[in-house]
């Protein structure tokens, strides 16, 4: 993903990814909670919070 990283001291709120994702849309301003896709797969975004899990 391009850009900077953001910083670990001082985290901004809601998903950290959303200064650099093309995808973010107002839902992201909200920290995304934890989607667990399998043993060791979890993964934090709101474009598959609502997906019917397998
Ligand atoms: S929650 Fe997903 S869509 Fe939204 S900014 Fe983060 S990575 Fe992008």
Not at 3 to 27: K, N, T, Y
Request: charged share 30%; hydrophobic share 35%; aromatic share 6%.
């Amino acid at each position: 993903m391009p850009g900077q990283p953001p910083s670990l001291l001082a985290p901004p709120s809601g998903c950290r990814f959303a200064e650099r994702c093309p995808l973010r849309f107002a839902r992201c301003a909200d920290d995304p909670e934890a989607i667990i896709l399998g043993d060791r797969h979890r993964v934090r975004c709101w474009l598959l919070a609502d997906r019917e899990t397998p």
